[in-house]
């Protein structure tokens, strides 16, 4: 099971934490690992480098965490849009990924 965790302060997003193993197939031949991954992977570009909002990032195996400071609304819509792409991504793949949300 993927487990993605987005943090809010105050109502709006600062963060998240995506983690874990969908299990539909070995790692490294895994459709919707492979698709989650790359979502994370996209948001968190965009918001470290494209956008140069100061982030704390932090990636360990089959883990992403990204926590900012800022809660401007370009960033709201970019932790908007990794949601939607998630709770897409859930719906294709059913049963495979848990999103939380977590006041901070």
Do not use: P, W
Request: proline content about 0%; overall charge negative; some cysteine.
């Amino acid at each position: 099971m993927i487990y993605a965790e987005f943090f809010r302060k105050n109502g709006n997003f600062c963060g998240f934490e995506v983690k874990g193993h969908a299990g539909l197939a070995e790692s490294g031949s895994d459709i919707a690992c492979a698709s989650v991954s790359s979502a994370v992977q996209m948001s968190a570009n965009t918001i470290t480098d494209i956008f140069k909002f100061k982030a704390e990032v932090s990636v360990g195996e089959n883990t992403v965490l990204l926590k900012t400071a800022v809660c401007d609304e370009i960033l709201q819509k970019l932790y908007d849009s990794l949601l939607m792409q998630l709770e897409l991504l859930s719906q294709e793949f059913n049963g495979t990924i848990n999103i939380e949300f977590t006041e901070v």
